[in-house]
């Protein structure tokens, strides 16, 4: 075997894979699987003449998510999560061999998963991942062939159902909530925090009336003015962790009060909430952009209609004038 368990518990490669009269490399690691691994990736490598052009790779998806791993994943602040869905993606195309993967069987697997009734903005968030997979592997030089997913258009998405707190459900809620649960729902509120974002705060990242969100969605870290009335409420220590918060239980309190919430949506109202209210009492589009840190305009702009001068030029310049004789 060209590995072997090592007295102190680690795990050693030693092997020869161009053969006894190759060069030999030993390798040790702390886990059987790395061991495993990187044993896999040094055959693959070996197999590969590249005087002679594009080779066959026959590693399977699976081989390639623990060489990503190792490699790059296990670095990612979220890697654990990221890892669980493209194993999740792999066992839907049946774990292939990678020579066997083009976008067709990408293409045809994403007909199959909608006819299940997984939504297309789910899907298109697989196979993005997928892709960003091999483009990584491509970039460390782990996979020489062209990206499978390389020029497959994302499926056409539904747009996602969306609502907001009216004022009086907002006063509802604050009054349900109390202690933490309330805190977090007023910062949630004044702000337009993510709950991850807001619920994890620390007390360093509240300062002279501005509010630094670290574990952003984009991993770009935000800051966002608060009044001194808010910081005096949330800032209940110096330093350390502001919120003891059960997310399950303020889910009940929320839909006690907003028991119609759309399906998946629960704590992302309040970040609704804070973004429709913005726009209707007159907020710039271009302002809610980088308050709730959206990468692209486009997404900020679905709040756009509950601006108050909405395309009201459509009222006013329209032949009637807005009434109903010329």
């Known amino acids: 075997m060209s590995i072997k368990k090592l007295e102190g518990g680690q795990y050693e490669v030693d092997m020869y894979p161009r053969g006894r009269n190759g060069k030999r490399i030993r390798r040790r690691f702390d886990k059987k699987q790395e061991a495993v691994l990187f044993e896999r990736w ?27 791993w190792l490699l790059y994943g296990q670095t990612l602040e979220n890697g ?42 789910t899907i298109n968030r697989d196979i993005y991942r997928l892709s960003g997979m091999f483009s990584t592997l491509i970039k460390l030089g782990e996979f020489r062939n062209e990206n499978p997913c390389t020029g497959l258009e994302p499926m056409k998405e539904t747009p996602p159902e969306m609502t907001y707190l009216t004022k009086s459900e907002i006063r509802r ?5 109390d202690g933490d649960d309330r805190r977090v ?6 702000t337009g925090a993510r709950w991850g974002e807001a619920s ?38 110096e330093s350390g962790p502001l919120f003891n918060v059960d997310y399950e239980k303020f889910c009940e309190r929320l ?33 809610l952009q980088q ?36």
């Open 291 to 326: 308050t709730l840190g959206h990468a692209s305009i486009k997404q900020t702009m679905v709040y756009a209609h509950l601006a108050p001068d909405f395309l009201q030029h459509a009222v006013t310049l329209n032949p009637l004038g807005g009434g109903l004789s010329v």
């Open 42 to 68: 040094v055959m693959a490598n070996v197999e590969k003449k590249e005087w002679l052009g594009a080779t066959t790779d026959r590693r399977t998806l699976s081989d390639l998510l623990g060489i990503w």
């Open 173 to 177: 809620l604050l009054e349900a909530l």
């Open 200 to 237: 994890s705060l620390r007390a360093e990242q509240v300062i002279h009336g501005r509010v630094t969100y670290l574990k952003t969605k984009n991993g770009k870290k935000r800051v966002v003015p608060i009044s001194d009335v808010l910081e005096r409420e949330i800032k209940t220590r």
């Open 255 to 287: 839909k006690d009060v907003k028991p119609d919430l759309p399906r998946g949506q629960a704590t992302h109202v309040l970040r609704h909430t804070f973004a429709s209210w913005f726009m209707m009492n007159g907020g710039n589009i271009i302002a």
């Open 185 to 190: 729902a007023l910062l949630c509120l004044s």
């Open 80 to 121: 654990e999560a990221e890892k669980r869905h493209l194993a999740k993606t792999i066992r839907a195309l049946g774990d292939p061999a990678v020579n066997r993967l083009n976008r067709q069987s990408i293409a045809r697997l994403r007909g199959l998963r909608l006819e299940c009734g997984i939504k297309a903005s």
